[in-house]
């Protein structure tokens, strides 16, 4: 019984297994359930151990996997029988003459991965051979090597992360490397993004992350496109900066590339979450071009010199200002020794005047502040209100349209550099690489607002 359950039933346990044995199905067979809620047709898959005996999932035509209530099924029969066969197929990476160099570093991430049934977790592809198994077209575009740094999820990535990824980035392009690409989870590909674009200067090569919204196993996965965008950008871009590559739009026509100080992360399930804020992209990509936007970029060169500054000070944060903060917030903060703080005020760089005591003896402990804004769009414009002046006065620094998490890790950085007040307000307010901007263009802020006559006209011209 024991044997037949690990083979029949992987994972099922409890009301499941029985309701899988009262209808002779198994797991990888082919069945129909009929329920009260209509007939689904597919192929039964393993449950992950950790979850409920009330489900069984069904893996349907059209690739997706549904869970089926076990209390809606009124019969069910199996119509076939075949093992899946979940693991990545293996071939040799082939070396072509003439064609660039790229290594990909792994940090995590669902870029050509498979699905574990078993536990539910998802098992990324990354040797050479798996990648070039997953995704063959690879090939076309560059010579692949592979390093997997890490193996977390993108939350789990920090500054010991940040500063060892640049260490070895910076290995590969004095070895003389023709492009990098790091393989990252999306939900924190900014931050680390953000910390190579500080790091890493002068680069001679592009660095491109990329990531993937849905996993492989899914039929609209976009993690083979970004995959060859970001190998492609890597080996042929003459952009050499840190750079985001993720999808345009939702479907499959284009790319962007997105300024690593920039970017950020708009939406949790969207293909095209990712978007450049108060600015444009600075090229678009697809398989065959890469099309520059931006007119001036920092452009590949043919030495091996880069600038590594790998430094993090972690007595850092970042509090998001809201109605009646109360001033022992900051004061903790402060008590607990972080060197830095920065605020995420409202409309043009506001808190509530509650804070200023808390502000004020912080400032007089060493602590050092600096406002951006939760509009997230726009600048810091302190001198307008009596709320801005005020805080001016009391040694908070504007920080002009910088997101805030980049500000946050820019301070990390700076704070990792120097010691010195006045030279981390230097750094801070010195851009690296387009993190303040003199202005927004007129195309920097672009919403596309449901509802609203004009862009339901649009939608309906140009959406396919």
């Not at 798996?130 to 740094?149: F, I, Q, R, S």
């Not at 590594?308 to 970042?318: C, G, Q, S």
Request: aromatic share 10%; with cysteine; glycine share 8%.
């Amino acid at each position: 019984m024991q044997k037949e359950t690990q083979d029949f039933f992987q994972g099922y346990k409890g009301a499941a297994i029985e309701a899988l044995k009262k209808y002779n199905v198994r797991v990888w067979g082919q069945a129909e359930f009929e329920t009260t809620r209509g007939k689904f047709v597919g192929t039964v898959l393993p449950r992950a151990e950790n979850d409920d005996d009330q489900h069984i999932v069904l893996k349907i035509q059209t690739g997706y996997n549904i869970g089926i209530d076990i209390q809606t099924i009124t019969s069910a029969k199996e119509t076939g029988y075949k093992k899946a066969n979940y693991k990545i197929p293996e071939k040799a990476f082939p070396v072509t003459e003439n064609l660039p160099y790229v290594k990909l570093f792994g940090t995590g991430g669902t870029i050509a991965s498979r699905l574990d049934y078993r536990t539910g977790a998802v098992i990324p592809a990354f040797s050479p051979g798996e990648l070039y198994g997953a995704v063959p077209e690879l090939a076309d575009y560059v010579n692949l090597d592979t390093e997997k740094v890490f193996a977390v999820f993108s939350e789990n990535m920090g500054p010991a992360q940040y500063i060892q990824l640049a260490k070895a980035i910076g290995k590969e392009i004095e070895k003389g490397i023709d492009g990098i690409v790091v393989a990252h989870g999306t939900d924190t590909l900014h931050h680390t993004a953000s910390a190579l674009s500080f790091m890493i200067q002068n680069s001679p090569v592009p660095i491109i992350l990329v990531g993937s919204q849905r996993s492989s196993d899914r039929p609209s996965s976009d993690a083979a496109l970004n995959l060859i965008h970001s190998v492609f950008a890597a080996g042929h871009s003459d952009i050499a900066e840190v750079l985001v590559c993720m999808f345009g739009p939702t479907s499959d026509e284009y790319g962007f590339l997105h300024r690593g100080t920039r970017v950020r992360k708009m939406h949790s399930s969207y293909r095209s979450t990712f978007r450049t804020i108060g600015d444009t992209p600075v090229a678009t990509i697809n398989k065959k071009e890469i099309i520059p936007i931006k007119q001036k970029y920092n452009h590949r060169r043919k030495d091996t010199n880069v600038d590594i500054l790998p430094y993090f000070n972690e007595n850092v944060t970042m509090i998001y200002f809201y109605p009646h903060m109360k001033p022992e917030i900051i004061d903790s903060l402060v008590d607990m020794g972080y060197k830095g703080i920065i605020i995420v005020g409202t409309g043009l760089g506001h808190v509530n005047r509650e804070l200023y005591p808390a502000i004020e003896r912080g400032v007089e402990k060493g602590v050092q502040f600096f406002m951006t804004l939760q509009t997230i769009w726009g600048y810091v414009h302190m001198y307008v209100y009596d709320t801005g002046r005020d805080l001016l006065a009391k040694g908070v620094v504007p920080l002009g349209n910088m997101l805030p998490e980049v500000a946050f890790v820019k301070l990390g950085w700076a704070l990792g550099m120097s010691n010195d007040p006045e030279e981390v307000k230097k750094i801070m307010l010195t851009s690296v690489n387009d993190e303040i901007t003199e202005r927004e263009p007129y195309n920097g802020y672009l919403v596309y607002q449901g509802g609203v006559p004009e862009i339901k006209e649009f939608i309906k011209k140009y959406r396919k």
